[in-house]
């Protein structure tokens, strides 16, 4: 196998492991059909748009990233890789609230 090769089946086994948190996150924070359920609630509470707040989210993980890798500091609670993997889902859960604005932006202007 060439180091391609595992690098491409190490990333499919850490996106899979990615969709699995999300799923069981989604048990915890969406208590309804709409995945996007805790960002627009919390986008109310804030003034603020549901996309935003999944940036800020992300930039309290890049944050949190930079310390660690910039500082080259050992986590002492959360994995780097744990960082990562949030990284990922909050890139996924804005794209698809933007997907669900830029639909609902259709829908309106039909």
Same mark, same amino acid.
Request: net charge negative.
């Given at each position: 196998? @060439?180091? %391609?090769? @595992?690098?491409?089946?190490? @990333?499919?086994? %850490? %996106?899979?492991?990615?969709?699995? #948190?999300?799923?069981? +996150?989604?048990?915890?924070?969406?208590d309804?059909?709409? *995945?996007?359920?805790?960002?627009?609630?919390?986008?109310? #509470?804030?003034? #603020?748009?549901? @996309?935003? *707040? *999944?940036?800020?989210?992300?930039?309290?993980?890049?944050a949190r990233?930079?310390?660690?890798?910039?500082?080259? +500091?050992?986590? =002492?609670?959360?994995a780097?890789?744990? $960082?990562?993997?949030?990284?990922?889902?909050? $890139?996924?859960? =804005?794209?698809? #609230?933007?997907?669900?604005? +830029?639909?609902?932006? *259709?829908?309106?202007?039909?």
């Amino acid at each position: 196998m @060439s180091k %391609f090769d @595992s690098y491409l089946k190490d @990333s499919e086994a %850490f %996106f899979s492991l990615c969709l699995e #948190i999300m799923k069981n +996150k989604n048990n915890d924070y969406a208590d309804t059909d709409d *995945v996007f359920y805790n960002f627009k609630e919390t986008a109310k #509470i804030a003034g #603020i748009k549901p @996309s935003q *707040v *999944v940036l800020v989210q992300l930039g309290n993980k890049l944050a949190r990233l930079n310390q660690l890798i910039g500082k080259d +500091k050992e986590p =002492l609670n959360e994995a780097l890789s744990d $960082t990562l993997l949030d990284i990922i889902n909050y $890139t996924l859960l =804005l794209r698809g #609230i933007l997907n669900e604005q +830029k639909t609902e932006n *259709v829908t309106k202007s039909n």
